[in-house]
Each structure stands twice: as structure tokens, then as C-alpha cells.
């Protein structure tokens, strides 16, 4: 396929999108990763109002270590599902909309599948947006935060960092991953004093232990560095995605939190002295 003919922007990120990626040799995969000079993106997306202060532009990377029980967007999990765009062709789509974002006091964010994946390709890609003037955000579940170095993190004006779960065990069966590196990501944010906010996701029956609940909003507030909290309530808009590309969906039955719930879990941010909605 030819990738150039794939429109970079899309939509939402609930566009499913796959195996655009494919064409391009392993070893050109594995030296643009290493130099930045082209990345694997999903799309970029304009107008959110969910994913950072303002409105944002979104660069929606693939490529994800991670295998969330409730990610809504498993199409982003292999890197080679992504568009390859180079640098230049990145930084190009995002200068369009340099002067709008400044106008509406937004920016831009990097999201994904995990941004950190491509590193190089992220820190050269906020880097030139910071250079434009444009307020940088990396939504990240923190797990390879040792790739950035503290000269790297200068380039994200905002961090917005996943804790899937307090519990360790639950964190292996929610994300397949082990837990710990978010904490310490959160940790070095707050030595760094760099801005963070925390996004935590509510699922029944998995997230929402007040006990769990409790010990992430008071080891959040204890840093100091974390503005705002966004409490997001599982939701059901990826399901379809799983259908399509065949993957076993275990959250068939599960329902979004009710009001209740998300407030109360709100409330223990609050209780702790943290902004959460
Ligand atoms: S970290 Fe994000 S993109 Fe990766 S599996 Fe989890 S929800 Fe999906």
C-alpha cells in the first residue's frame, strides 16, 4: 500500500487502522527507531479537549508493550499498523496548526499505542513542536521512562501518566506488564518537579477498590508535582475493534462505572488535597 496516500489525520482514534506499516523492511524499521527520522503513527487528531490543558492536536503513535484488558484502541499495539511518516512530514502536519492552538491557549499530545516505544522519533517530534511555541504533552504508561533522558524530558511541557493499578498483581493481569515503573517515572517527575497529571482509568471490578483507590491518590499527592487528576470511566467504544481483529475480549460484560462510583472515586483524590475530575 502506498502509506503516502493514507491521510495522516483521522477522525477519532476509534478509526480502525492496520498493517500500514508492513512494506517497510525490518532493518529500516529498526534504524528509523534508532534515529527518529520516521515514525509509526495511527493519525493525528484535532480538536480533543480530553487529552491535555486547551485544545489539542493528537499524534496517535503504534506500538505498545502493554495489553490492557480494557484498551480501546488495540489496533495501535503493533507498531507496523502504523503509517510510516517521517520526521519532516510530522512536524510539517502539526505546523498547520501552530497558530490556531496558540489562539485557543491548546497544544499538542503524543498518545498512542505508548509513545515511548519510538523515543527518538517522540523527543525530535516535541522538540520541534516546542520550538514552534507549542505546549507539549506525552500520554504515557511510564514503562520505559528510563529511555528519556532528564535533557529529553525538557521537551514535554506536561506528562500525562497512567497508573493502571496500585495492586501489583491486579497491574500483571490488567497490563500483562509488571508493575512499578509508572511509580517510579512519577517519582522522577517529582524530583524534576515537572508538571504531571495522573489519569486513571475506573473499571468495575478492577479499578475501583477504594482501598486501591486510596493508596495511588495519597502516593500522587505526596509527590507535589501532579496538578490534576482525570478520572476516565471504562467505556465500551473499543470492543468492536477487538472483534475485528479477533483478539479475546474479556470485558464483554463489564459495564462503565456508575456516576456514583467515578464521584466517589473523585473524592478520594479531593480528599487528599488533589484537583481530580
Ligand atoms: S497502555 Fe494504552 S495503548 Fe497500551 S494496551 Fe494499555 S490502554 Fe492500550
Known amino acids: 500500500m502506498n502509506t503516502e496516500k493514507v491521510s ?5 482514534p476509534f478509526e480502525l487502522r492496520v498493517d500500514l506499516g508492513t512494506g517497510v523492511p525490518e532493518t529500516d524499521v529498526r534504524s528509523a527507531l534508532a534515529s527518529g527520522d520516521l515514525g509509526f503513527l495511527h493519525s493525528f487528531t484535532t480538536g480533543s479537549a480530553v487529552d491535555g490543558p ?3 492536536v493528537v499524534a496517535w503513535t503504534t506500538g505498545c508493550q502493554f495489553r490492557c484488558l480494557y484498551c480501546h484502541n488495540p489496533d495501535t499495539w503493533k507498531m507496523s499498523n502504523g503509517i510510516p511518516v517521517p520526521l519532516a512530514r510530522a512536524v510539517e502536519e502539526l505546523g498547520k496548526y501552530r497558530h490556531g492552538l496558540k489562539v485557543m491557549n491548546g497544544g499538542f499530545t503524543l498518545s498512542g499505542g505508548e509513545p515511548m516505544m519510538q523515543d527518538r522519533f517522540a523527543v ?8 514552534m511555541g507549542i505546549h507539549t504533552a506525552i500520554d504515557t504508561n511510564g514503562f520505559l521512562h528510563s529511555r528519556l533522558s532528564d535533557g529529553d524530558l525538557e521537551s514535554i511541557d ?15 493481569k490488567l497490563t500483562g506488564a509488571e508493575a512499578g515503573a509508572a511509580l517510579d517515572f512519577a517519582r522522577r517527575l517529582a524530583a524534576r518537579k515537572r508538571p504531571a497529571w495522573l489519569r ?4 468495575p471490578g478492577l ?8 493508596a495511588t491518590a495519597e502516593f500522587v499527592a505526596g509527590l507535589g508535582n501532579f ?23 474479556e470485558l464483554d460484560d463489564v459495564q462503565p462505572p456508575s456516576p456514583e462510583t467515578v464521584e466517589r472515586v473523585c473524592a478520594q483524590f479531593r480528599a487528599v488535597g488533589l484537583e481530580a475530575y
Open 158 to 172: 506536561l506528562v500525562l501518566l497512567c497508573i493502571k493499578a496500585w495492586d501489583p498483581q491486579l497491574h500483571k
Open 54 to 56: 486547551g485544545v489539542r
Open 200 to 203: 486513571f482509568v475506573v473499571v
Open 124 to 131: 525530535r517530534l516535541l522538540s520541534a513542536a516546542k520550538a
Open 227 to 249: 496538578q490534576r487528576i482525570d478520572v476516565l470511566p471504562f467505556h465500551q467504544m473499543g470492543r468492536f475493534k477487538w472483534k475485528k481483529l479477533g483478539l479475546p475480549y
Open 207 to 214: 479499578t475501583d477498590r477504594e482501598s486501591d483507590v486510596a
Open 8 to 12: 495522516l489525520e483521522a477522525k477519532s
